[in-house]
């Protein structure tokens, strides 16, 4: 997993802003949904001063595939130098019930900075289909660091319509 270590750039909206990671013990994890997968290869490939740019959405339609990821910060690397976190995930469903779930989804293991970004491998690929209801989902994760035992979590929203 790649870690940014100073500023990470987002695009949202078509603004650009940056962020610095929390301080280990800070435990945050940022949950975004994008339209296409190339975040991932700019993410591995963009210089960590630069930050990777990622393209950010609120709305898809039925039978639309989407990518959610899930960005940590704030993790604690243990004695062995190592971090170990893992992601549970949750699609919510416009009136409340759940349309996924799944624990340790996703999971970051590596040997990070002392404040990082960190990449939660893999990637949800979520698509919404014609026969499920139309409105506002949530897509939430919990993210546990197995080296302090914190939790946090982190959530979206995407509206889906016909």
């Known amino acids: 997993m790649r870690s940014i270590m100073a500023v990470w750039a987002l695009l949202v909206a078509g603004i650009a802003f940056a962020i610095d990671p929390n301080a280990p013990g800070d435990l945050s994890v940022t949950v975004f949904v994008s339209p296409t997968d190339k ?3 700019e993410w ?3 210089p960590a001063e630069h930050g990777p740019t990622i393209k950010r959405i609120k709305d898809a339609k039925f039978d639309q595939l989407v990518h959610v990821g899930f960005v940590i910060t704030g993790h604690t ?3 062995n130098g190592r971090a170990a976190v893992d992601v549970d995930v949750r699609v919510v469903y416009p009136k409340g019930d759940e349309l996924f779930r799944q624990d ?6 590596g040997a990070p900075k002392q404040a990082a970004f960190v990449f939660a491998d893999p ?3 979520l698509m919404i289909e014609s026969t499920d209801p139309a409105g506002q989902y949530t897509i939430r994760a919990i ?5 302090t035992g914190k939790t946090a979590t982190g959530e979206a929203s995407l509206n889906i319509t016909p």
């Open 39 to 41: 975040f991932i290869e």
């Open 44 to 46: 591995f490939n963009t």
């Open 77 to 79: 690397a243990g004695e």
């Open 104 to 109: 340790k989804f996703a999971r970051y293991d």
């Open 123 to 125: 990637v949800l690929q």
């Open 143 to 147: 993210i546990h660091d197995n080296v």
